[in-house]
C-alpha cells in the first residue's frame, strides 16, 4: 500500500480545517504540496483519496487551493520545492536538518517561495535563494547536528530524491540567482493554480 493512502486512511476528514491542515504538515514535519512522491502529500490527504492528475480538477478542488494557501502563509512552514522539485512544505523543526543536508542537496531547491499579492491584484512568486532565509538560530542549531542526524530526522526520502548532488558530489549545474535581491516571477491566475 503506497504511503500516502496509509495517509489517506489515517488522517482525512470530511472538510479539513486550516488548522488541521497545519497539524498535519506538523506532525509528518516535511510534506508535498501534491503530486506523487516519497512522502505524504496535503492534496490528497484532504481529497481523501488518491488524486489522477492535477487537484484543481477535483471535486474539493477549491478546499485543497484555500487550505494549500493557508499552510503556504504560515511562519512555522519553509515551500520550497526540495523533494523531486515539487512544492514541499517543510515544518520549522526540521530546517536544521535541511540547513545542515545543504551541501548534499541542490540548493535552488532550497529557495523559499513565497507568493505575494501586489497592489495592482497581480500574484507574483518570489524566490528567495538559500541560505538567505535561513533565521541565524537555526544556522546554529544545524552546526550541532551531525550529517546522519540530519537525514535520520528528515527521513528515507534524503537519501532516494532527485535533489541531491551527483555521487561525485557535485552540484546540478543550473543557473543560480545573482543579484542580491529575490527573484520575481510575475504569474498570472491561472498559471498560479497550475504551480500548484
Excluded at 506523487?36 to 484532504?46: D, M, Q, W, Y
Excluded at 526540521?94 to 529557495?111: K, N
Excluded at 530524491?161 to 545573482?178: A, M
Aim: glycine letters at 6%.
Amino acid at each position: 500500500m503506497a504511503l500516502s493512502l496509509i495517509v489517506l486512511e489515517s488522517e482525512s476528514q470530511n472538510t479539513m480545517t486550516p488548522e488541521a491542515a497545519r497539524r498535519f504538515v506538523k506532525k509528518w514535519g516535511v510534506v508535498l504540496e501534491g503530486g506523487r512522491g516519497p512522502i505524504p502529500n496535503l492534496a490528497e490527504t484532504v481529497a481523501g483519496e488518491s488524486i489522477r492528475g492535477s487537484w484543481w480538477g477535483h471535486p474539493k478542488g477549491q478546499e485543497i487551493f484555500w487550505l494549500s494557501r493557508s499552510v503556504r502563509e504560515w511562519r512555522e512552514v519553509l515551500v520550497c520545492r526540495v523533494v523531486s522539485g515539487k512544492v514541499t512544505y517543510v515544518h520549522r523543526r526540521l530546517w536544521p536538518a535541511l540547513v545542515r543536508l545543504a551541501p548534499r542537496l541542490d540548493s535552488d531547491r532550497l529557495a523559499a517561495l513565497h507568493e505575494v499579492h501586489t497592489a495592482a491584484g497581480r500574484h507574483e512568486l518570489r524566490i528567495i535563494p538559500f541560505p538567505r532565509w535561513v533565521p541565524p538560530d537555526v544556522r546554529k542549531a544545524a552546526k550541532r547536528l551531525t550529517e546522519a542526524d540530519a537525514a535520520r530526522m528528515l527521513g528515507d526520502w534524503v537519501t532516494h530524491t532527485s535533489s541531491i548532488r551527483s555521487s561525485s558530489g557535485q552540484p546540478n549545474r543550473r543557473s543560480q540567482p545573482t543579484k542580491a535581491q529575490p527573484r520575481t516571477e510575475k504569474v498570472s491566475r491561472s498559471a498560479a493554480r497550475l504551480r500548484g
